[in-house]
């Protein structure tokens, strides 16, 4: 039979058994959401209440069939394993299970203010369990393996997520860090095209001419392509000396220089300009000056 979906308040939950009721209980082995009726429902042919959730949860299983042997005076208060020492003062019943971090549920219950004083007598238990009930309790011990394996898996996949969101949140901050250095560094930088066996060339597209030799970084330019802007550069911010630096680039270097300035007039056309372009140069000059006239010789009257 179908059960009806019950109305809920905003803040409710439907029982995880039966999904149709109000689930206002919780298993204290599973921490499920039940309705009253899965939690408990009283169908024991003991008398003894017992749950329908026990079904589906090994753990409350094996809860209800201790309690069917041994009652609900048979159990610890503190574990719900088999009691078999008694409080003298309380009337409560502990077992004496221990085990590491645990003293024992009497000694742990009974620690501190009035409780120490209290003494416990020995009760008896079944000194052999059935067999049903062993074999709950495996499966309540495999249960708990799985549960801490799955546990073990959850946290391992979840500081693995955590690890690769922070490396790949590093990588995009590593990322954005040299575009920004790249995008600088490319502001900065001025043109310059280094040619095979480290000669300078002209920073021009498609121009491969060699640049001049100036002892200024980022000044790479052949005779063809020297600006203005670039003999300001040169010449320190100086009009006049940038002129005289461009005539000179234009005149192909112009004469050698008998005393050597400082400054740009201490690049002598030796330095500035390639030894095939002074050759020719000087070669072309040669050429158009006219040969020397032979003045021609006075006659001298000779007297005798």
Same mark, same amino acid.
């Given at each position: 039979m179908e059960l009806l979906a019950q109305p809920l308040e905003p803040g409710e939950v439907y029982c995880e058994q039966c999904h149709a009721r109000r689930g206002?209980?919780?298993?204290?082995?599973?921490?499920?959401?039940?309705?009253?009726?899965c939690h408990w429902t009283?169908?024991?042919?003991?008398?003894?209440?017992?749950?329908?959730? $026990? /079904?589906?949860?090994? %753990?409350? =299983?094996? #809860?209800?069939k201790r309690r069917e042997l041994l009652g609900d005076r048979g159990l610890c208060v503190e574990c719900g394993k088999a009691a078999d020492r008694e409080c003298a003062t309380c009337g409560d019943r502990y077992c004496s299970v221990r085990w590491m971090g645990n003293p024992g549920c009497f000694e742990r219950f009974h620690s501190k203010g009035k409780r120490s004083d209290h003494t416990f007598t020995m009760v008896e238990v079944p000194t052999e369990m059935p067999q049903e009930i062993l074999a709950l309790e495996e499966q309540v011990r495999a249960k708990r393996r799985r549960d801490a394996e799955m546990a073990e898996q959850e946290a391992k996949r979840m500081a693995? $997520? /955590?690890?690769?969101? %922070?490396? =790949?949140? #590093?990588?995009?901050?590593?990322?954005?860090?040299?575009?920004?250095?790249?995008?600088?560094s490319k502001s900065k930088k001025r043109l310059t095209v280094d040619a095979p066996e480290g000669k300078k060339m002209c920073a021009v597209p498609q121009c491969r001419h060699r640049a001049l030799v100036l002892g200024v970084p980022g000044v790479s330019f052949c005779p063809e392509h020297f600006t203005l802007q670039h003999a300001l550069e040169v010449a320190g911010k100086d009009p006049q000396e940038a002129a005289k630096l461009l005539a000179l680039v234009e005149n192909g270097g112009g004469r050698v220089l008998k005393s050597q300035k400082s400054g740009w007039q201490g690049l002598l056309p030796s330095r500035l300009f390639s030894r095939d372009y002074r050759k020719a140069t000087d070669t072309s000059q040669k050429v158009k000056e006219p040969p020397p006239s032979i003045p021609a010789e006075s006659s001298v009257t000779s007297t005798t």
């Open positions: 206002d209980e919780r298993c204290e082995f599973c921490a499920q959401a039940l309705c009253a009726v009283s169908s024991s042919s003991s008398g003894v209440r017992s749950s329908r959730h $026990a /079904l589906v949860c090994v %753990e409350t =299983a094996l #809860a209800e693995a $997520a /955590l690890l690769e969101e %922070e490396g =790949a949140t #590093a990588k995009r901050k590593a990322a954005k860090t040299r575009q920004k250095k790249t995008k600088k």
